[in-house]
Each structure stands twice: as C-alpha cells, then as structure tokens.
C-alpha cells in the first residue's frame, strides 16, 4: 500500500500545515519512501525521505516544512497546493515536465507488468532507464499519460496499458490539482472540504477530522476531478458499478478510524468479531486481541460471547511500525518480537483466545504463541477475521509472494505440487482438503484451535456486495477481465 494527501488552502502556513500532519495521518501506509511537494509562484519545492529503517514522517519533515514557509515568507510567494505520500517503494512526490506543463506527481498502487512496460517506453525513446535500470512506477505512468495530447485521455490510456491498480493525485505549475481514482476502486481516494476553500484528497479520511475538513465523498472507480482555486470539476464521471474495493483494508491494513466506501473500518471489525463468536463454544478465560487491529475484532469477539475480555499483550507505539510493512523479512521479524510486550499476570494459568486479523506467513504469530506459553498460558485458541490468505496482492502490494504465504506453504506439503484444480478445494471451507489445510496451519502457530471467518462471513461484516470489492487474495480471482500480466 501507500497513502497520498492533497491539498489546496489559501495561505502558505495553512497549506504546510495541513500537508504535513495530513501525510503524517497516512503513515501506516507504507515504509519505504516519503516525501512533500508544494507549489510556490509557479515552482516546486520538495523533499523526500527514505524511511525504511523505521523513521517517522514528522521528525523527518519537520525542518523541510519550516525551511519551505521560510522561503515562501522571504520570497512573498504563497504555497496554496501542496501533496505528501508515504510510499511502499519508490521515492516519490516526482517531477516532471510533461506535455501538460511541470507537474509534481503522486500514485497509490501497483503494476505488475511495470518491467515490460519501461522497457517499451524505452525503444521508442519515451524513457531512459537509469540507477542499474531501476524503475519508478510514477515515471512510466506520466510516460504513458503523455502518450496521449489529452489530460484525461491520457490517464485513460494509461489504466489501459497497466495491470493492477493506479491512483494518482497531480498538481500542475499553472494551479491546478488533479485527483484520479484507479478504475477498479482498489484503492479508495476521498474529496474533503474545509472552512476558508480548503479542499483535501486523501487515501484515509482519518487525516480529515483534527484539519478542519468535515464534508467529503469518494471518488467512483475511474473518476477523474480537477480542483483550482476557484472550482472544482469533474473531469471524468466515474462508475460505483466497477468498484471493486481492497477488502483488506477493512480488516487491517486501513486504520481504524477511517471509512472506504462510506463503511467505517472499526464497526467492520467488530462484526468480523462477532462472526467469529457465532456458534464458536470454546471454553475460555479471557479474549483478546494481537494489537492493534486485532483488537477491533476481539471487541467484537467478546461482546457477542459474553467472555471477558483483555489485554495480555499491549503493543509499545512511539516508535513501531507496522510489521508488515518493511520489505526485508528481518526487519519485519524484528519488528513484530519487539513492539509486543506480554502483562504477565493476565497469562499464567489462563485459557486464552485471541482474534488476528490474518495470518500471512505464520512466523511471528507462532513466536508469540510460543512466548504465551513461556509465560503459563494453559491454552491459546487463534480466531482469523477472514479467510486463509492464499494469493499475493498484485494491485496494492498488501500482501508478499507466494513462497511467505502459510496456507500455500501447507497446500504444497500436502499435495506436493500446485494446481489450479487441486488448490480450488482448498478454498473452499467445507472441504476436507480445508480442514487439513487449516490443521497444517494450527500446527505451525502451535494454537491450541484454529478457526478462520468463512469468505460469506467476512463480505457480510464489510457490507457491501461481493461483487464491489477486491477478494483476490482470498480467491485469486483478478478484478479485471483480461487477468493479470506479470513482467
């Protein structure tokens, strides 16, 4: 994932401020690249910031957004656009001169087929690869954009040519703010309003509310908005009737003060939780969440069973990230062992279950597992807010590859090659083939029981049709018509 924040504001101090605590609100985002890009008197001024070691977006930013106003100020040039992103992978705001005019550009997504794509902007002299051939996916995207004389034809084009998913959020030299939703809905972008013209796009509304910003709507799948000072237009109508919204970010990725579609995360949570007690009659102790978004779950867990609930594991914040986020699986492990921390009084002689909202490779929570055992648990049962992740996210890089997912790993211990035939039984929650699946699992994280929400189950506590959202990682099935081109 990555998130994105546009603004437009009427002074050079409102602008800064709110771009940077607006980009600040999107750090759960991503963890590799951050970065800022204002429009001062018809130039840019930027900065990015690698944060893949973990450093936070304000600490980093904090001097670039005082030397900017200071040079705004000396310079009697007001900053009224501006847009920051926290990104998955590569630096970026980036700027370009196009031919559309200077333009500083931001993405929310992904292109699998990015590597084929360079390569033919390359022969016909559209891009040069530099850095060993390394590739930004916002230089192929504008590449492409220009391939059309039109704007919006452009951005057409080039969600013709992409597999995945593409958002963007542009601002151009001559004060004008273009904000497009990928066609498919993936990702979710929102259009807020401000007292005083301020006017936001943001991927989370959670960065709405403490910046003055109470009015918004989502942009439809595919459309397309220009914001200037004076107006804002539609440039393209979108069509809710092609979303296919990431259902992932409901149940963790998002945060959980944030809405997609006009459906809160948290509230989502708490129903997932709910669905997880049905008919679920497991003698326990105490239920609980693996923090944070674990915890929303175990709410909702615990408040249909009527089992007390707790916190026997309490995630340390200043400094954390999420632990899915970094790139290198050590730094991922590292991690996940250190901003749990156990209350030992709340473990030792206690039957405990504890809601999760996924288990992708299984490694860490069988760490975890392991040390609630260490410390006294009798008995830790695991319930999962959706089904076995089994597919790779080709459109917002959520989840890893194949090889790091447990249930594929446990699909090829008991089959001993891979097929589509023989991995649809696997899918399917009835099916022996299931069962054992899961029994592998169990036996991996060394959970006392195991139990996932069934695909119905977790579209259900969502609550939108199953056929406005993104359920690949779950079922493999790609949202677009012709599949997914890798390269």
């Known amino acids: 994932m990555s998130g994105v924040f546009g603004c437009l504001a009427h002074s050079t101090e409102e602008c800064a401020e709110r771009v940077y605590f607006g980009t600040d609100y999107h750090s759960h985002t991503g963890a590799q690249q951050a970065g800022v890009a204002f429009l001062m008197g018809g130039s840019f001024l930027s900065a990015i910031h690698n944060i893949s070691q973990g450093a936070h977006f304000r600490t980093l930013f904090d001097p670039d957004i005082a030397r900017m106003v200071r040079q705004s ?6 900053i009224k656009f501006g847009v920051g992103v926290i990104s998955d992978r590569d630096p970026q705001p980036l700027q370009y001169r196009s031919r559309f005019g200077d333009v500083a550009i931001a993405t929310v997504g992904r ?19 530099r850095d060993g ?14 391939e059309k004389a039109d704007l919006i034809e452009g951005i ?15 601002i151009f030299s001559n004060g004008r703010m273009i904000g497009a939703r990928d066609r498919y809905g993936v990702s979710t972008l929102a259009l807020g309003r401000g007292d005083g013209g301020v006017v936001a796009l943001a991927s989370e509304t959670c960065s709405f509310f403490n910046l003055g910003i109470r009015s918004y709507r989502f942009l439809k ?16 109508p979108g069509c809710q009737g092609n979303c296919r919204a990431c259902s992932f970010g409901w149940i963790y990725a998002g945060f959980s003060a944030s809405a997609y579609e006009g459906i809160e995360v948290e509230p989502v949570r708490n129903r997932c939780g709910a669905a997880l007690a049905q008919r679920d009659n497991v003698e326990v102790d105490m239920v609980a969440g693996i923090p944070d978004s674990g915890t929303g779950h175990a709410i909702g867990y615990a408040n249909k069973s009527g089992k007390p609930y707790g916190r026997p594991l309490v995630k340390y914040t200043p400094t954390w990230n999420r632990s899915y986020l970094p790139a290198v699986k050590a730094l991922r492990d590292k991690i996940a062992q250190m901003k749990l921390l156990p209350v030992q009084k709340l473990i030792a002689g206690r039957r405990l279950l504890f809601c999760e909202d996924s288990i992708v490779r299984g490694t860490q929570l069988r760490d975890r597992i392991g040390i609630l055992y260490e410390l006294g648990a009798l008995e830790v049962h695991m319930r999962v807010a959706c089904p076995p992740y089994s597919f790779p996210c080709p459109y917002l890089r959520a989840t890893r590859e194949f090889d790091e997912l447990a249930a594929r790993q446990m699909i090829q211990k008991l089959e001993g090659s891979m097929t589509p035939s023989n991995i649809a039984a696997y899918l399917d929650p009835t099916s022996n083939q ?5 029994e592998k699992i169990r036996q991996l994280v060394k959970a006392t029981t195991l139990k996932y929400l069934t695909l119905d189950q977790t579209v259900q506590a969502i609550g939108l049709p199953k056929d ?11 949202i677009d018509r012709d599949g997914l081109i890798e390269g």
Do not use: F, H
């Open 434 to 438: 299931y069962a054992r699946m899961v």
């Open 156 to 170: 057409r084009y080039m969600w013709s040519r992409i597999s995945g998913s593409i958002s963007l959020v542009m």
């Open 73 to 78: 100020n000396q310079e009697d040039r007001i």
């Open 221 to 236: 799948p595919g459309e397309i908005v220009q914001i200037s000072e004076s107006q804002i237009t539609t440039l393209k």
């Open 468 to 478: 406005q959202l993104c359920t690949y990682c779950w079922t493999g099935d790609p």
């Open 133 to 146: 051939g390394k590739v930004n996916i916002n230089e192929v995207v504008i590449r492409l954009i220009e």
């Open 111 to 129: 292109v699998p087929n990015l590597n084929k794509l360079a390569k033919e902007l390359e022969s016909t002299g559209s891009l040069s690869l």
